[in-house]
């Protein structure tokens, strides 16, 4: 089956700076790669997406990249503010119906003020 | 519009004893998912339905079954708790293709 690594664990930046998570997937019949934020207490929530014949999307502040041929797949959140503190994950998931996604282990972001 | 509804928020059951998760989706999604999430472990897939009428196992699914009610629910049925089981519970479901999950507000067990 599918393979998601993500990188780092945990990442603290300072308000104002970028951050970036960097995740990896083993299986190349992956072709739909979303990105979840999930805060302390509450339940993940979809932040941004990106599909294979994509190299990258952005939406304000936040951009996800595509390297099909490396499989890795980033995302970058730019001018970094408190409220984007949280867990981030990654998933890949093959583009047919109801399979599963496969999740990284998520990335603790933390903007210090 | 409700979204992904979980009941109950929160439970604490005794070793041994049963219980059965909830989860209804009002979004007309093909397939649903119950999660476990443990600090330091992720998500990991329990049980999955990819559309009405059909369950499959996921990564961890010793110790639950699963019910696929209708196109609207499915349930998470723990027959018999271990403190293992401790953990937070997502259910999820999706419409299918290159959509995303929904998930549900999450249910805090304890199994003491």
């Known amino acids: 089956g599918e393979n998601v690594e993500q990188h780092p664990s945990t990442l603290s930046v300072q308000e104002g700076d970028s951050a970036v998570i960097k995740c990896t997937y083993s299986?190349?019949?992956?072709?739909?790669f979303p990105w979840y934020k999930q805060e302390l207490g509450k339940r993940p929530q979809l932040i941004i997406d990106i599909r294979s014949n994509v190299g990258e999307k952005k939406d304000q502040r936040i951009a996800v990249t595509l390297n099909k041929t490396a499989k890795h797949f980033s995302l970058h959140i730019t001018e970094t503010q408190p409220e984007d503190s949280a867990v981030y994950f990654c998933a890949a998931s093959p583009l047919n119906t109801g399979n599963q996604f496969y999740f990284g282990t998520g990335t603790s972001l933390t903007v210090i003020p | 519009n409700a979204g992904v509804t979980q009941t109950p928020k929160f439970q604490v059951l005794k070793t041994g004893q049963s219980m059965t998760l909830q989860c209804a989706q009002d979004?007309?999604?093909?397939?649903m998912y119950w999660y476990r999430q443990d600090p330091g472990m992720g998500l990991r897939l329990i049980y999955y339905?990819?559309?009405?009428?059909?369950?499959d196992k996921g990564e961890v699914p010793n110790g639950y079954n699963v019910s696929r009610l209708n196109k609207r629910e499915f349930s998470l049925r723990l027959e018999s708790a271990a403190p293992s089981q401790t953990s937070v519970y997502f259910c999820a479901s999706r419409l299918g293709g290159a959509y995303g999950y929904t998930f549900g507000s999450g249910t805090r067990l304890t199994v003491v």
């Open positions: 979004m007309n999604h093909n397939s």
């Open positions: 339905s990819a559309s009405e009428g059909t369950t």
């Open positions: 299986d190349s019949a992956s072709n739909y």
